[in-house]
């Protein structure tokens, strides 16, 4: 699109802009930021983001020229299985440049011509013929704007946030040109800029995966219809670079093949350019190992929304994973603006009657209703926003479509049992992807429902209002026990998730929960230390057993070298979280193609026990300003720390243990309290004495103690 004016050098001028499917923006050839893939993605028959820039800078004395590139991008390109055009036929743009008081707005009196680029796709890739000559200017279709609003947005844009070098390269046989594998080492989401010498005409395809099959070539099974490829025809002779600006892949490799005489990549990663706010580190490599892989999870799908998967036909913003992985995200980036903007594309997803679908933006994947964990999201993250934000903002515009959908799914089980067997309709994805264990969908229902219904009171109370769901969580918590405790007092469920759902929950009495630990353990045990446990236990498991006596045992599955367990992915390469515990194993290689990413963060999930188990650092009140330092030793671990950055500055948990002797470095920023509990032992160093309840009490500041350690069964002393 192109809009030719004259203007003054040193004039003030910004424009506002938008489009359907993405625009890049040049003034007199300069780009007007450096955002990439906008507008992002929402639903634009529900809000479309505007975006401001100052252009001053760029005007020049005369004659000047607004350039914006579009592409099909969300709104008009494929969206998750096969399907294109969800929202819009072709792409558009809304553009209007305010030259201190005159506008331009875009019109009929723009202009548009077409570019080599032949193909940008999301899933497909981008095809760019270099020795096209762009056509001569052709009038421009004015269409009707997007049904929705149009919302000026300033929140953190999508951006290139950091460059990544191969660490090896192959040559391949081929049958004619060149092919050329190059291995990035790190699984990461974005694109490759490359740089070839070859002659005019000549022909590059660049393909993408994440791992190589057993031959050593590229394994796209996995990436079911998403091409993933890139294509390029050279402009000229010599040496010459490209980069693809509207198509994103998930991969660790690419192939570059064609005619050629060499060639150079460099991978450029993209996603929402969020700030560090946290970070975790220990002794033990494989745990650092594992936490890199968290963060580039997480790096890899934040981009405009969270997303289950970079790679394959879906990229979608599923719920139930942001819910199983929110806690562990805050640890790393800060997503304040990041989830506000996700929780308001769930609003816009959320249908007539109150239900909540299992994605957001739903580009109509055919489920109304996500079902438990899935569209209980809705008032989970809305709630670890404000717990870790303190933002009452947020929950006040939110709280009213959090209250119309939990309303709904009281109404749907009068009984108080969610999803029972008995009653038509949905009853949820279960807990997915567990290994060799069912739990039953009216437990993880009713446990949800009461949950969400804790939660949801926990956010009226803090907006000053009191709602009916302190209730109805009692009653959910009855119906549940009614239901799912047996007369010997267990579980009728022996999944691991059935207890660790009841117990982090706090589904059954106090007296009961022992036993029920003492199954969970037993379970692990009987499995040979081994977790089977999905999206919807894993989350919790850990620090249900460190909460409740068995951290010995969270320390044995996080010990466990096998599948499933943590450890293993990384033996085999992993750079990133694995979909699912056996996404690979030696024995039977490849799990099914039709699922089976290589980048889905919900198992990482368990970077939340490492700070706030292990380092023993969490928050306490909304936004941090009460903090709580407890950690728990990991036998074995000489050192560890977690930090993240508050409102008034860095909380740092930091232990290290020497010979049995524990110390410990705590760090409690402006506006925080934190309360202090060390581990068992002999206290051989404080900085003031503890309360009656064994506890320091610690303001502002620095603070450094010691302990001999007890000798424990889990051989945590000396
Ligand atoms: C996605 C998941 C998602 C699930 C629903 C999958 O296809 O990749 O991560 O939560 O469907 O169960």
Not at 352 to 373: K, M, Q, T
Not at 391 to 415: F, G, S
Request: hydrophobic share 40%.
């Amino acid at each position: 699109m192109v809009r030719e004016f004259r203007a003054k050098a040193g004039q003030p001028a910004t424009l506002r802009i938008t489009g359907l499917g993405l625009y890049d923006a040049y003034l007199n050839g300069h780009p007007v930021c450096d955002h990439r893939l906008e507008p992002g993605w929402t639903d634009p028959t529900k809000r479309l983001h505007v975006r401001s820039h100052d252009v001053s800078d760029l005007i020049r004395d005369g004659a000047n020229v607004l350039e914006v590139m579009l592409a099909d991008g969300w709104a008009v390109g494929h969206v998750a299985q096969k399907r294109r055009q969800v929202w819009r036929d072709r792409p558009a743009l809304w553009a209007e440049l305010d030259l201190g008081g005159e506008k331009l707005a875009t019109g009929p009196d723009w202009s548009c011509r077409r570019t080599g680029i032949l193909e940008a796709d999301l899933l497909m890739g981008e095809s760019y013929d270099a020795t096209m000559e762009e056509s001569e200017l052709l009038p421009v279709l004015v269409v009707d704007p997007p049904a929705g609003r149009l919302v000026e947005y300033d929140g953190p844009p999508v951006r290139a946030t950091q460059e990544v070098l191969p660490i090896g390269v192959v040559e391949k046989g081929t049958w004619n040109g060149k092919r050329l594998l190059f291995d990035l080492g790190q699984v990461i989401t974005g694109v490759v800029r490359a740089r070839v010498v070859g002659g005019k005409g000549a022909h590059v395809s660049l393909r993408h995966a994440e791992v190589l099959d057993a031959k050593g070539e590229l394994y796209t099974a996995n990436l079911r219809t998403a091409r993933a490829e890139d294509h390029w025809t050279l402009g000229a002779d010599g040496q010459q670079e490209w980069e693809p600006r509207f198509t994103f892949h998930g991969f660790r490799y690419v192939e570059l093949s064609g005619e050629f005489e060499s060639a150079e990549v460099v991978g450029i990663v993209l996603g929402t350019d969020l700030l560090e706010s946290g970070g975790f580190e220990c002794s033990d490599p494989v745990i650092c190992q594992l936490w890199s892989n968290i963060d580039w999870g997480f790096r890899g799908n934040a981009l405009s929304i969270p997303t289950d998967c970079p790679q394959r036909d879906e990229r979608l913003g599923w719920t139930g994973d942001a819910l199983a992985f929110m806690p562990t995200a805050f640890w790393l980036r800060d997503c304040r603006e990041f989830l506000a903007k996700w929780l308001e594309d769930l609003t816009d997803a959320q249908r007539e009657d109150g239900s909540v679908p299992p994605v957001a933006p739903d580009p109509g994947i055919g489920l109304d209703d996500g079902g438990p964990a899935w569209a209980d999201a809705i008032v989970f993250c809305l709630h670890q926003h404000w717990r870790q934000y303190g933002d009452l903002d947020t929950v006040r515009r939110m709280a009213p479509a959090a209250r119309r959908w939990l309303d709904r799914e009281l109404a749907q089980a009068p009984d108080f049992i969610r999803c029972h067997p008995g009653r038509a309709g949905w009853k949820g994805f279960g807990d997915w992807v567990s290994i060799n264990a069912e739990t039953p969908h009216d437990l993880i229902g009713t446990a949800f429902l009461a949950e969400s219904c804790r939660l949801m009171a926990d956010l009226d109370e803090a907006l000053g209002e009191k709602g009916p769901y302190r209730e109805a969580r009692e009653s959910a918590v009855a119906a549940f026990q009614r239901r799912f405790l047996t007369s010997d007092g267990i579980l009728a469920s022996p999944s691991q998730t059935s207890h660790v759902l009841a117990l982090a929950f706090d589904l059954v009495p106090t007296e009961l929960r022992p036993k029920l630990v003492q199954a969970l353990a037993d379970d692990i045990g009987r499995r040979g230390w081994k977790l089977s446990t999905g999206f919807i236990g894993t989350p919790l498991l850990m620090s249900v057993l460190s909460e409740n006596g068995r951290h010995d045992a969270a320390c044995r599955l996080l010990a466990q070298e096998d599948w499933p367990g943590w450890r293993f992915p990384i033996r085999h390469g992993a750079t990133t979280i694995w979909e699912r515990w056996d996404g690979w194993t030696p024995e039977k290689g490849f799990q099914d193609p039709g699922m089976n990413s290589f980048n889905h963060y919900a198992f990482g999930s368990v970077g939340r026990w490492l700070c706030e188990t292990a380092a023993g650092l969490r928050l306490t009140e909304p936004g941090g300003s009460g903090l709580r330092f407890a950690p728990q030793v990991v036998p074995g671990w000489e050192h560890c720390r977690a930090w993240q950055r508050l409102a008034g500055g860095v909380a740092s948990a930091s232990w290290e243990v020497v010979d049995g002797h524990f110390h410990f470095f705590v760090q409690v920023p402006a506006g925080s309290h934190a309360v202090v509990s060390l581990p068992p032992g002999e206290v051989t160093e404080e900085p003031f004495p503890p309360g009656l309840d064994g506890l320091y009490q610690a303001g502002p500041g620095s603070y450094d103690f010691a302990v001999w350690l007890e000798p424990g069964p889990e051989g945590l002393g000396p």
